[in-house]
């Protein structure tokens, strides 16, 4: 009887580390999503800005007022990332920084930086 209740613990030890682990996984899976949206998304605005090169860079800045193809981006930031933010930055040698960020739930923020020369 004493073999069968060790049995029985050892064998829910492991089913509760199976558990731990999937759980571990699912967390891992939601971050790396995350992470490649934010890339896509900023692949995404320095694909419009090198396609639209008859408008001025720095209305893609949104420090000021940003075009209509920048305020669109900024709003799928925000839908397609939980809490998610965005911020560019253009110079006017043509240097772009995005920084993109979202806070998942239960997590710290996170944050996708990407920096190109647009000339």
């Known amino acids: 009887m004493l073999e069968a209740l060790v049995a029985l613990l050892i064998c829910a030890m492991g089913v509760l580390g199976v558990v731990g682990l999937q759980s571990a996984m699912t967390r891992a899976q939601t971050s790396a999503t995350f992470r490649a949206e934010a890339a896509f998304l900023a692949q995404q605005l320095v694909g419009a800005m090198w396609t639209d090169r008859t408008s001025n860079l720095t209305t893609y800045d949104t420090s000021g007022t940003c075009n209509a193809v ?16 965005a911020t560019v930055t253009v110079t006017n040698a043509g240097a772009v920084s995005i920084d993109i960020r979202w806070t998942a739930a239960g997590e710290s923020q996170s944050r996708f930086t990407m920096a190109t020369s647009i000339n």
């Open 70 to 85: 920048c305020t669109d981006w900024l709003a799928r930031v925000s839908s397609r990332l939980p809490s998610g933010t």
